[in-house]
């Protein structure tokens, strides 16, 4: 991925993957080749900027809806916000790059001096002609495509690479002509073969449409018959595929390309046409500007040795305006926020599971784990007295899990319908809860990592409880009167007590994030504490 995070600005380009960004806020795209658009796809939910063209084929290619893209015409400054309430702001022009469709550098300006981003980009010598860069700006950070920044690597310019194919091509007159490209770029260079040759060239469906959109000549068409230079995906170029195209008829391909390129077949050729500039365009294109400092794109190939000499003095880092910082670190958690719940509500919801008493559903239980229960059964509703929760059952599980009982919880969550299929289980006498969806995710306030909390237990109906009406004040800690038949209610038996600890405990992820096994020994013996102290409660206080 070649893509940057600018460093004490919220500018990021060619950088979309947003767990890592940091507190970047502005996202610019330098041109549509895969390699800068890692991590950009239909689900991209900010504001985003590039060049028309470019506009127009992230949309048809990668689908990002366009209420997100922003336009920006080439040649032109714009000024945008730095900050949300527009005290800040920086101006961003655009300049052609010269290196495939809708591809272009950036220039910004604003507070932290001017930064020049190449992405990608063939030199020639009327860039420096462009109104941004003629006005003998100081560029403080030039960020430089160092594809070819190697001294060793001699390349000829574009029109002596033309010139080359062009002569290639004219050594076999009555062979079909396979030129093997990437999915973008060299458009103009398959223009300038069809006016030397006066024949059609032939596109992919895909490939007509882009050119359609960039004016070029009327030279293309689709019909395999009716040139005889083909432009196909570069990967189709081997010795298979050239085999194949000799039988029916005589062929040759050409990879227009500057890498290093295995070749298995004698009529494969490799012509050093590339779209990057080469050592020499740098030197001089470095020279010309004099930046204070040169940051290569491309990681992995150091290249800053080699403009030293054409270097200006480094000027300080001036201070990020606070407006800036607050929009930077404010937007970052906001942000946060959202991405956790977009992948919550991405991810397919899970299956619940909802206990009932056993005496009264012994014989109604079925082997078949995942037959449908009922909406109302699976959520209680505050005027039913019949699927209300035994007090003891209520506070057992207040002492066992306080976090989910706190004076912060304010009512119960409804099972949602697209939830379905539950599970019924048979639990022991007393208890009846409902697991909540597991794919509910948080931020932990020890460690800031974000964490799983599981399945919530949520009281469910307590079918051969006690008939009591309760209210929400139930859940605020409040202590509701209870009939004296609830009494007489039993409590979880020795018999079934390792039943409870089984689906009660055991399933609960909130203690497998948070707590080791001896944690969950001390929970067990937390919870028969419980049993102990509501049974000493009920035999000695005659209203419990």
Known sequence: MNGVLIAH????????????AGSARLFFLSHMHSDHTVGLSSTWARPLYCSPVSAHLLHRRLQVPKQWIRALEVGESHVLPLDEIGQETMTVTLIDANHCPGSVM????????????TGDFRYIPSMLKE???????????????NTNCNPALILPSQQEATRQIIELIQKYPQHNIKIGLYSLGKESLLEQLALEFRTWVVLSPRRLELVQLLGLADVFTVDENAGRIHAVDRTEICRSTMLHW???HPTIAILPTSRKIHISHPDIHIIPYSDHSSYSELRAFVAALKPCQVVPIVSGQPCRRYFQDSLSPRLPMPL?????RRYMSFSSRKQSFLW??????KKPRTQGVVFESLEENADQC???RNSKVK???LSPQPGNPEQQPSLCTLRIKEQLLPDLYSKEWDGLVPFSESQGMATVVTAPLGLSVQLRSTDEEFTSSKTGEEIGLGPHLVPSGDNDGPATTRNQSTWMGQKPLQSPSSRAAPLLTTKFRGLALKYLLTPVNFFQAEFSSRSFDQQVEKYHRALAEVQRRAQNDPLV
Do not use: M
């Open 246 to 248: 000799n039988r029916t």
């Open 9 to 20: 600005t919220p500018i990021a380009v060619d950088f979309w993957s947003l767990r890592r």
């Open 320 to 324: 990020v305006p606070a407006s800036v």
């Open 375 to 377: 909406k109302e059964n």
């Open 106 to 117: 950036f220039l910004f300006e604003g507070y932290f001096g001017t930064i020049l981003y």
């Open 340 to 345: 956790l719940l977009k992948r919550r509500l």
């Open 366 to 368: 079925q082997p078949d």
């Open 131 to 145: 109104p941004a860069l003629r006005l003998g700006k100081q560029i403080h950070t030039l960020y430089l495509d």
